[in-house]
């Protein structure tokens, strides 16, 4: 009998071995490649929302007065004139003048029904601020929440918010 060479069993059995060690690398492979997309959808995003914001922190900070407001937009008069930012149809638009914004620019868009909010507080930091009611003068900060639509399959969204303290509002 010759023993030079491998039998039937251990040929099948290390097919086997390596069919098991391909088939988990390929699954490992396959996880990183997800991560990979979803690191790189989440970054689009938050580059998204971080220009949208900067642009709406900047024309709000320079407000001097507000002419109108909602929890889903805001009507103001800063340094450039007056403008309004809302919601409209699922993006964040700012328009020049007034509370019509279909025929605004795009700030960003694939926001969440509801997903755009405006708060307007006190100096307490506790008290809402009421447009309409309260002076100018006592608008401390103004908090704004968003939340956009992920473009992947998953139907989620990532919220994000921020604060901005308008400065010429004459407080001081």
Not at 41 to 52: C, G, P, R, S
Request: a negative charge.
């Amino acid at each position: 009998m010759n023993k030079s060479g491998f039998t039937l069993l251990e040929v099948i059995v290390s097919m086997i071995i390596a069919g098991v060690i391909i088939a988990v690398a390929g699954i490992g492979i396959i996880m990183v490649a997800k991560s990979y997309l979803l690191t790189k959808e989440n970054v689009h995003i938050a580059q998204k929302v971080q220009l949208a914001f900067a642009r709406v922190n900047r024309e709000l900070m320079e407000l001097s007065d507000i002419t109108d407001a909602s929890g889903a937009y805001v009507a103001f008069e800063n340094i450039s004139g007056n403008r309004t930012i809302g919601f409209d149809g699922g993006d964040i638009k700012i328009a020049e003048g007034s509370v019509l914004l279909e025929n605004g620019d795009v700030l960003i868009d694939d926001i969440i029904d509801n997903g755009f909010t405006l708060t307007y507080k006190k100096d307490d930091d506790q008290t809402d601020w009421v447009h309409g009611t309260d002076d100018i003068k006592l608008l401390a900060s103004i908090e704004i929440e968003l939340s956009v639509s992920r473009p992947d399959d998953s139907g989620g969204s990532i919220s994000f918010s921020t604060t901005i303290i308008p400065r010429n509002t004459k407080k001081r």
